[in-house]
């Protein structure tokens, strides 16, 4: 991830604009670097806070694809976000605020 600055012209100023370029490539690489150090273990990713704020659109399918089947969030109010992403054999683990658990939550095998 690198912040680039962009220039913009506004009311006759430089003003410098940042831009946040996310490289997906690092992150998947990253992921199989722990996943490879033990071989019998199981790698699992934080995707709390939007995963960052890299976006769990993009970051979960990314580590899915690599074979990341554990995913943590902190709080019951970031599941809305994280819950379509789900599939069969991934496990959702909330870290925080158990008295705040949905029926629905409750009733999803992977959380």
């Known amino acids: 991830m690198e912040i680039l600055p962009t ?3 506004g009311n006759d100023k430089m003003i410098a ?7 997906l490539a690092a992150v998947r690489h ?5 996943r490879n150090i033990h071989k ?12 960052y704020g890299l976006s769990v659109e993009k970051i979960i399918p990314i580590l899915r694809h690599e074979g990341c089947r554990d995913f943590f969030i902190a709080q019951p109010q970031e599941y809305d976000a994280v819950a379509p ?6 496990q959702l683990y909330i870290l ?3 008295s705040l658990l949905t029926p629905e939550m409750l009733q999803n095998p992977h959380v």
Request: glycine share 8%; net charge positive.
């Open 40 to 51: 019998f273990g199981r790698a699992g990713a934080v995707v709390k806070a939007n995963a």
């Open 7 to 9: 220039m913009m012209i």
């Open 30 to 34: 990253n992921y199989l670097t722990l």
């Open 85 to 90: 992403f789900l599939k069969d054999d991934m």
């Open 96 to 98: 925080n605020g158990a």
């Open 17 to 23: 604009k940042p831009q946040l370029t996310i490289n």
